[in-house]
């Protein structure tokens, strides 16, 4: 499967952020809130017009390398209710970039697509040090074979360079890895890159697919899809723009609307 297999147009992909899972520091025991509030959430960008949703542990912070088999099985379970809930693709993220967990989800509950925030990157953030994934992806994928695809970031968002490797550069090896849409990032959640660095990927990788990962607002969703694929959007379209609210639906049929 490629991105263009599941996509055809201006992606819209919405962020369903679950509440902290079993061993993060904020877990409060309600496992059935998290559930709750992430069937809304993927309810809510489904009629609000999204193209897919990524299901994320985003409350999991400070983040590790991994996550516990208790929060993985959380995860499992809110993501095969949300197959079962809608009919948009559904992604998965776990952070940061636990390459043997977010395999094995895919593989079982046949997402259609995975972000890896470092494929062909060694980068330091409040986890540690996360290096290159996309050799343990590659086999993973081959020893335990599924249609999900990979979004590979590149200089991902609240992280910094082991090494100095420029961004085009990044993206062509991740392509050249397996890769079958590239994201690019701000320094941080919520806010945009450059749009003088999207136009520069654009020329490196000619026509595959780049997706714009942090940022995306009304304002400028027009200005970067003249540009990227897609985009992917969580800030922007929660209750009053803050991230740790539930998803408002109103707001991502105006998001949808601007890009459309």
């Not at 509950?109 to 953030?125: D, K, P």
Request: hydrophobic residues 40%; contains cysteine; negative net charge.
């Amino acid at each position: 499967m490629t991105y263009n297999d599941i996509f055809n147009k201006k992606t819209i992909i919405g962020m369903v952020h679950l509440l902290p899972l079993p061993d993060s520091p904020g877990f409060d025991n309600d496992i059935s809130k998290i559930e709750q509030r992430a069937l809304l959430d993927a309810k809510a960008l489904e009629n609000g017009g999204a193209d897919a949703l990524i299901v994320e542990n985003f409350e999991d912070t400070p983040y590790e390398e991994t996550i516990s088999i208790y929060a993985y099985s959380v995860m499992l379970s809110i993501v095969n209710k949300i197959k079962a809930l809608v009919k948009i693709p559904v992604g998965i993220n776990i952070q940061f970039n636990d390459v043997e967990k977010e395999w094995s989800l895919a593989y079982a509950s046949n997402a259609s697509f995975l972000r890896a925030e470092t494929f062909v990157e060694s980068r330091y953030g409040i986890h540690g040090l996360s290096k290159p994934s996309a050799p343990k992806f590659m086999r993973l994928k081959n020893k335990y074979p599924s249609e999900c695809i990979i979004f590979a970031d590149v200089n991902v968002k609240h992280t910094y360079g082991a090494t100095d490797m420029k961004l085009e550069d990044a993206a062509k090896q991740a392509i050249e890895s397996g890769a079958s849409a590239i994201i690019i990032t701000g320094k941080e959640t919520g806010c945009n890159p450059k749009i003088e660095e999207l136009i520069e990927l654009r020329k490196s990788v000619k026509d595959f697919p780049i997706l714009v990962g942090s940022g995306i607002n009304n304002d400028n969703i027009k200005d970067f899809l003249e540009y990227a694929d897609g985009v992917i959007v969580g800030s922007s379209i929660k209750k009053n723009n803050d991230v740790h609210q539930c998803i408002d639906e109103q707001a991502v049929k105006l998001i949808v609307s601007k890009a459309k």
